[in-house]
């Protein structure tokens, strides 16, 4: 299995991102997936996840209402939108499934909010 963030960059405070994650090698559809972020030294916190056929998706309270969550089950991706970025939205973005054993964690796709 293979894990595959993209779309992170360099991008101001109040901006926006769309980061994908790619799954290969494995059934995509009957998982729920997720979205977290890790930063040097602290532990990877969850963000967002989706569930299967995109019935439900929660947020982290820090996330509410500037981050939006959708997959492609066709395609096998999963998304992240953000909007109205701060800087404590930096961080190292990755994607993984849900209440099953995670499958090999990616590299994540860097996400930096600065002036």
């Known amino acids: 299995v293979q894990l595959q963030a993209s779309g992170g960059g360099l991008v101001q405070p109040g901006g926006s991102l769309r980061l994908s994650c790619q799954v290969s090698g494995s059934i995509f559809s009957i998982h729920a997936v997720a979205w977290y972020r890790q930063v040097p030294g602290k532990q990877r916190d969850l963000v967002a996840s989706?569930?299967?056929?995109?019935?439900?998706?929660d947020y982290a309270d820090s996330v509410k209402g500037r981050f939006t969550i959708s997959r492609d089950d066709a395609q096998k991706i999963v998304y992240l939108q953000m909007s109205s970025l701060k800087p404590e939205d930096t961080a190292v973005y990755y994607c993984?499934?849900?209440?099953?054993?995670?499958?090999?964690w990616g590299q994540g796709t860097q996400v930096t909010v600065s002036s």
């Open positions: 989706i569930s299967p056929s995109s019935i439900t998706m």
């Open positions: 993984n499934r849900l209440y099953v054993s995670p499958w090999p």
